[in-house]
């Protein structure tokens, strides 16, 4: 959410006797800081106006602001207030909804996909169903804050939940907890999951969609989901943005008690976003 009102017309005093840019650095980082600025900056030439400077100065500012992580530029739209990372408590498998709640931001969703197919030889033995069964493939982008963090997608197997596809196509699936819905109609209750993450570049498509540029740093990561009776039920793939996500896992040494609780390194899960 951008702003309302001009920057530094609050009274603020910050950066006096200092160089034109430099005020312009001291009093954004200021209303960050203060949580009085969130979201995206007024356009330069706004900027350019309220502190009364050149594109140059203005822009020289605007780095110098970037470089310390504070704002960052997004292709094609303009600035905005850089978001602290998100991360989950160690160990907890999360559904998105969930983590939102627990930050108290706002989410939503875009649903790229929602198409059903036979499951391949690979798939059949993961989900441990028949060769050919129905599969239900979600892809989602999901936002926290208007921010778009992940792009998800999920292949669930259609066998174990009689009516989801129907369910899912007569609901509103922009702001719904697919790990609740599964544990509401169909009594599957997401207990654990393996879960795997990597870096990698973003490849054009999940850079147009995240909102970033191409080749930036992204955490792939994939995972399969079992329920409280040990049987696996979902295969899912996430593609994080490397500066709005942080993989936290909370590690044992082997023969060791666990600093956490009777968790072991198999068990070492970084929540799943639903």
Not at 27 to 43: C, D, F, M, Y
Not at 140 to 158: E, G, H, K, T, Y
Request: aromatic residues 6%; proline residues 6%.
């Amino acid at each position: 959410m951008a702003v309302s009102g001009a920057i530094g017309a609050r009274g603020n005093d910050f950066g006096v006797g200092l160089p034109k840019f430099a005020q312009i650095v001291a009093t954004i980082a200021s209303e960050i800081h203060r949580g009085q600025l969130s979201g995206q900056l007024p356009t330069e030439r706004e900027l350019c106006k309220q502190f009364s400077v050149s594109r140059a100065t203005l822009r020289r500012a605007l780095s110098a602001l970037a470089e310390t992580g504070q704002i960052q530029p997004s292709w094609g739209r303009g600035w905005f207030v850089v978001h602290e990372a998100v991360s989950e408590p160690p160990n907890a498998l999360l559904s998105f909804s969930e983590l939102a709640e627990g930050r108290r931001l706002p989410p939503s969703t875009k649903i790229i996909d929602l198409s059903t197919r036979p499951a391949d030889l690979d798939e059949a033995d993961l989900l441990r169903v028949a060769p050919g069964s129905r599969l239900l493939l979600l892809e989602r982008l999901r936002f926290l804050d208007n921010v778009p963090i992940v792009l998800q997608r999920s292949l669930l197997a259609l066998a174990r939940m009689e009516g989801l596809a129907e369910a899912l196509d007569s609901v509103d699936l922009t702001h719904l907890s697919l790990y609740r819905l599964l544990q509401e109609r169909w009594g599957i209750v997401a207990a654990r999951a393996d879960y795997v993450v990597q870096a990698r570049a973003a490849s054009d498509r999940e850079a147009e969609l995240l909102d970033v540029a191409p080749g930036s740093p992204m955490l792939h990561a994939t995972q399969l989901t079992f329920d409280q009776e040990g049987n696996p039920f979902e295969r899912h793939w996430s593609c994080y943005r490397g500066d709005r996500y942080r993989f936290e896992a909370s590690l044992s040494r082997p023969g060791r008690p666990s600093i956490v609780g009777s968790s072991t390194l198999r068990d070492v899960t970084v929540p799943h976003k639903y």
